[in-house]
């Protein structure tokens, strides 16, 4: 496993390795004097900036006519108009963020760098504060110190891995592992996945968490890429080589399933009885069978898989990396074009009917829908 500060850069580029421009654009910041000397960006509200639309944006998400986009240095852009234009909210922080996700009405959450959550409950007009990497670092050493005093050997592991990483971090007591993906469903109950195993547990929608890292199942402390409700009802997690769960109710934890793959999962997409799995060199797989068995989507073509969007029945439009826009099911039929991106994209969604968001290195690029 690399050290955090080691793969900071990696990881700015939200759930997936989306190329050395981005990369670039995510120096973390330096250990030792050089960092004391400058703000933490925990501290520091996102500067308004006219380039903002113009930055390199890590993720978006869409419900109804309001659109969300984040991208680096705190920056989050809100449209109420299905993205066709685009103003830049007051954000509180400017860490880089990594993913943005809608989880009720009305409800967003933006994710990022130093254990950022943010939460809106007006579609992203204005965003509060839930984790940072100090509170974050608190709660995870209040709640295993709690567990080893009992105990428990599986609390006073990640105890130790906790201090090593706070050790490790640019700035003294805050932990810098970013977040990647949180799901929340209509009872409130939730998680919330990130770099290093991190996960935490939520059945308030929110208000509280509890950190679950021993319970995914992920000795290794693989990183948890990307979450996804399935139409059996049951929340999967996915991540680095390979990694696929499913979570137990019952049993309060996550339980390993059969992976179809060795590298490295970035989403994880339901649409109906059909879930897909996709990620590095191209790869994606589909389940329709609540992931007891996969089948391979042949894309044609080696791109980073970045977005998956359901597309009919038991199909989906995966968007790569490289722009290509290419549909694919259980079916096996598949289609592709390239799309009208500037630069490398890092993520997608479908933001009106016939209408595709990109988010890349240029901003937010529309276009429409390719046809099926």
């Known amino acids: ?125 204005s965003w509060t504060r839930v984790l940072d990497g100090r509170s974050l670092a608190a709660l995870m050493k209040k709640h295993y110190q709690a567990l080893a005093a009992g105990g428990n050997a599986e609390a006073a592991d990640v105890l130790a891995e906790l201090d090593r990483a706070l050790r490790q971090s640019a700035t003294p007591g805050v932990l810098p592992y970013p977040l990647l993906d949180i799901r929340i469903d209509a009872g409130g109950e939730g998680f919330l996945a990130g770099a290093f195993g991190l996960l935490l547990h939520t059945q308030d929608a929110g208000k509280t968490w509890e950190p679950i890292v021993e319970k995914a199942g992920n000795d290794r402390r693989m990183h948890l890429y990307a979450l996804e409700q399935g139409a059996d009802g049951a929340v999967y997690l996915a991540g680095e080589q390979g990694l696929l769960r499913r979570y137990d109710r019952a049993a309060g934890r996550f339980t390993e399933l059969a992976s179809p793959y060795a590298g490295t999962f970035f989403g994880l997409k339901a649409n109906g009885t059909a879930l897909v799995a996709y990620g590095l060199r191209g790869n994606a797989f589909v389940s329709e069978d609540n992931a007891a068995t996969w089948k391979p989507l042949a894309l044609g073509g080696a791109a980073t898989v970045v977005a998956a969007i359901p597309a009919g029945p038991g199909r989906f439009a995966f968007v790569t990396q490289a722009g290509q826009v290419v549909f694919a099911g259980g079916d096996g039929k598949t289609a592709s074009t390239a799309s009208r991106a500037r630069g490398e994209v890092f993520d997608a969604a479908l933001s009106a009917p016939g209408q595709l968001a990109l988010a890349g290195i240029g901003g937010i690029t529309l276009q429409p829908m390719p046809s099926k």
């Not at 006219?50 to 993720?59: F, I, N, Q, V």
């Not at 109420?80 to 400017?94: E, I, K, L, Y």
Request: aromatic content about 6%; some cysteine.
């Open 1 to 125: 496993m690399e050290s955090p500060l080691k793969s900071l850069d990696y990881f700015a580029a939200a759930r997936a390795c989306l190329g050395a421009a981005l990369c670039a654009a995510f120096v973390a910041l330096p250990a030792g004097p050089a960092a004391a000397a400058l703000a933490d960006v925990l501290d520091l509200p996102a500067a308004p900036s006219p380039l903002a639309l113009k930055r390199p944006l890590s993720g978006i998400a869409v419900q109804g006519p309001n659109a969300l986009a984040v991208g680096v240095r705190g920056t989050i852009l809100v449209s109420q108009d299905a993205g066709r234009n685009w103003t830049q909210a007051s954000v509180p922080v400017s860490a880089d963020f990594t993913t943005v996700r809608f989880t009720a009405p009305g409800v967003a959450w933006a994710l990022g760098h130093d254990g950022i959550a943010l939460r809106s409950g007006d579609s992203g007009r």
